[in-house]
């Protein structure tokens, strides 16, 4: 049993007010753990879902077979894989196959012989992929459909919502998507809605050359995974709200709020942030969050028991002068601040895209504004204030569709706890 | 996942999720409309029931019922019925289908021709002609149109019209069945079908 906390968290304020609805924000930093010797890493099941369009001929799809080829390598005789490729038809290249070493072979070989032409029809490549990975799901494994594009859908389901609500019903189903997008010309909304409703991840791919970087991680990530579908659940009295504004989802459990964390890899760092809302309540009075963590394995229970890792939180209502004179924890504001930059900045991206540039702008200087209102003498937060009043300039004037995507990739890291190139962060210590 | 049923709260922690005293909680102890905790120490720890029951008993309540009559209604009941009463039902979000059933009723239903899969499978790369023939007009997993994704929900008509569908389980072992299945049927199938891929999967040595 390891020492380590797997959970903790801590509350920009402990005082609360007693005629105002109070918010407060909490800071969850959740941390996985090691992979160990006694167990196993958990078996794959991945489709690689290919564009293989007239626009990714070349280099790009040259690229994206020999990653695939390279990823393979990294499987072995418990996983499975499947390949399909699509144009405007989706073709299945490799049936869903174990891990062999002569399986891998074959594929090889039939990826070599593929090349680019025809239309986009994303949403039945997905789901070509996604049924091969469904045909013989790893009930003990991670199940997921890796999709790679450079265009916009343009032919099947095109519709973001739509092909969200999907991959979040595959995903109810043990299926995970993650998405990368290469190039200037995806959405980069709509493959960020998929993988975000999907469990899964979205990557950026500035270019050709980047495509190996990220596939060969995003596989090396699933290799990785030590707790799946792992959910922070808050129990709080029944007029507390209580909601993530981290991007993870929030829904209602019985007595609880549930807040879906995906799949953690080992080792791994998570932030949370969560926004309480607290009713009027007399001075003097405490009120509490208990803040639990479970996965579908049971990896974060300790001793048999999910309820031992709690994470305690107590606020008190207490008069304005004293509200007003509380400590602020800077840790918590930084991780606050940051969320709500992200959320500017990717508001900022879709209307400068959509040409309101001036909302751009607007949006950014709130936001900047809201957080000099807490920022004191804090270098962090002040240099946060600061980027968003010069990005505010950017947005002002029309930006090239590959600046866009960058400030959409950077601001969708950060507010996930992944670094520059969309990977997991560990062990921050 | 379950609520949690390992008692985790306090005594004050239990009054305060309920937005009462810790007095109250007791008095409602001795009253009969909780299930009082084995210890009553400093140490007792409460469960999601204690904390569901607790809220119902507040909402009851609010309604201006005695508390005779509370008891009353609540004699018997099972916690999820109390935690219906609670407007706190325990989440049954669990799809009822399978990851195959969704994809296949989004599709529309996708005969796979074992026969012509495994020609595929057994046909070298050079001879696949991925790269430069065109492509078949029939998709390669066989379905009798092309598929509309998207254009129009999966046809009705395709669902009415039963058809047999040949699983391939082996390279010498099929299973046939009768499609469309009643979807808790259709489950069972898919887990006969990963049962068996698993079972001749296995090095018979």
Redesign the interface.
């Known amino acids: 049993m390891t020492t380590q906390r797997a959970i903790t968290a801590r509350a920009d304020r402990r005082l609360i007010r007693p005629h105002h609805r109070s918010k407060r924000f909490v800071l969850v930093q959740v941390t996985a753990p090691p992979a160990t010797h006694e167990r196993d890493r958990l078996p794959v099941n991945l489709a690689f879902v290919l564009d293989r369009s007239g626009s990714m001929s070349g280099e790009k799809i040259e690229l994206a077979k020999r990653t695939i080829s390279a990823a393979l390598e990294h499987l072995d005789g418990r996983d499975r894989f499947s390949i399909v490729?699509y144009d405007d038809?989706?073709?299945?290249?490799v049936?869903s196959t174990?891990g062999s070493a002569e399986a891998r072979r074959?594929a090889m070989?039939?990826l070599?012989?593929?090349?680019a032409r025809g239309s986009t029809?994303l949403?039945?490549g997905w789901?070509?992929g996604?049924?091969q990975?469904?045909?013989?799901?790893a009930a003990d494994g991670v199940?997921r459909c890796l999709v790679l594009t450079d265009g916009l859908a343009n032919k099947?389901?095109?519709?973001p919502v739509?092909l969200a609500k999907?991959a979040a019903?595959?995903r109810?189903?043990?299926?995970s998507t993650t998405t990368f997008g290469v190039g200037a010309d995806f959405d980069e909304a709509l493959l960020q809605g998929m993988a975000d409703a999907g469990g899964g991840h979205f990557y950026f791919v500035r270019d050709a050359a980047t495509i190996r970087d990220h596939i060969t991680s995003e596989v090396g990530e699933t290799l990785e995974i030590v707790a799946r579908?792992v959910?922070l659940?808050v129990?709080?009295?029944?007029?507390v709200g209580v909601e993530a504004i981290s991007p993870q989802p929030t829904r209602p459990?019985?007595?609880?709020t549930?807040i879906g964390l995906g799949d953690l890899v080992a080792e791994q760092d998570l932030d949370v942030v969560l926004r309480i809302t607290f009713p009027y309540g007399e001075i003097g009075r405490?009120?509490?969050v208990?803040i639990?963590l479970?996965d579908?394995d049971g990896v974060f229970a300790t001793d048999g028991?999910?309820?031992a890792s709690?994470a305690?939180l107590?606020w008190a209502y207490a008069d304005d002068a004293a509200n007003d004179a509380q400590p602020r924890d800077t840790d918590v504001d930084r991780a606050v601040a940051t969320q709500f930059a992200a959320r500017a900045r990717q508001e900022a991206v879709r209307l400068n895209r959509a040409g309101d540039y001036a909302s751009a702008r607007r949006i950014l200087d709130a936001t900047g504004h809201r957080i000099r209102a807490y920022a004191g003498r804090d270098p962090a937060l002040r240099g946060l204030v600061g980027e968003l009043a010069s990005e505010g300039d950017t947005f002002a004037a029309p930006m090239a569709p590959m600046a866009l995507k960058e400030a959409h990739f950077a601001s969708a890291n950060m507010a996930r706890t992944r670094d520059a190139q969309g990977r997991s962060v560990k062990r921050r210590g | 996942m379950a609520p949690t049923d390992a008692p985790r709260y306090s005594l004050t922690e239990l009054a305060d999720l309920a937005g009462v005293t810790p007095r109250t909680v007791r008095y409602y102890m001795s009253q009969g409309l909780l299930p009082s905790q084995g210890t009553s120490g400093p140490g007792a720890k409460y469960d999601d029931a204690h904390l569901v029951r607790l809220r119902l008993v507040r909402k009851l309540q609010r309604e201006h019922l005695p508390l005779a009559e509370i008891r009353q209604r609540l004699a018997g009941l099972d916690d999820t019925t109390i935690a219906n009463l609670a407007d706190q039902p325990t989440e049954v979000t669990d799809p009822q289908d399978t990851a195959l059933d969704y994809i296949r009723r989004v599709l529309g239903p996708a005969q796979v021709n074992p026969n012509r899969l495994a020609a595929i499978n057994e046909r070298p790369a050079a001879a696949y002609g991925l790269a430069r023939e065109p492509m078949p007009a029939e998709p390669l997993l066989g379905a009798p149109a092309p598929i509309t994704l998207g254009v129009e929900p999966a046809p009705s008509r395709s669902f009415e019209r039963s058809q047999w569908e040949r699983i391939p389980l082996a390279p010498d072992i099929e299973l046939h069945v009768r499609r469309p299945l009643p979807r808790p049927l259709a489950k069972q199938v898919d887990r006969l079908v990963s049962i068996a891929r698993d079972l001749l999967e296995e090095d018979p040595s």
């Open positions: 490729v038809v989706v073709d299945l290249v049936e174990p074959n070989a039939r070599d012989a593929i090349d029809n949403s039945e789901f070509r996604a049924e990975v469904a045909s013989h799901l199940n099947g389901l095109t519709d739509e999907h019903e595959l109810a189903r043990g299926i579908d959910e659940e129990v709080a009295a029944e007029d459990r019985g007595s609880r549930v405490e009120t509490g208990i639990g479970s579908r028991r999910p309820s709690d305690r107590s």
